[in-house]
């Protein structure tokens, strides 16, 4: 079995992954993606925002534009 956490979505993301996105940044039995605050503009482990462009820090300055397919479906986790 391979490990979860390899498949990866990219942006442009549709609707559902950002909403889904989302969600899984509020879902508090998760570490959140974060800014890593190494930019001057964000304190240290700031949580992105999802769009359909991909991720962006709340400063605006740092982007990403992928994320795990897992967080599409949390169920798939197992917390252990």
């Not at 991720?55 to 798939?76: E, F, L, M, R």
Request: glycine share 8%; aromatic share 12%; charged share 20%.
């Amino acid at each position: 079995m391979s490990d979860i956490w390899e498949s990866k979505i990219q942006a442009p993301f549709n609707e559902e992954q950002v909403q889904k996105l989302n969600e899984y940044q509020q879902n508090k039995s998760f570490h959140p993606y974060t800014c890593g605050g190494g930019y001057g503009c964000c304190k240290r482990d700031i949580s992105y925002a999802a769009t359909k462009d991909g991720w962006i820090c709340p400063c605006g300055v740092y982007t990403q534009n992928w994320a795990h397919t897992v967080t599409q479906d949390t169920s798939k986790i197992k917390c252990v």
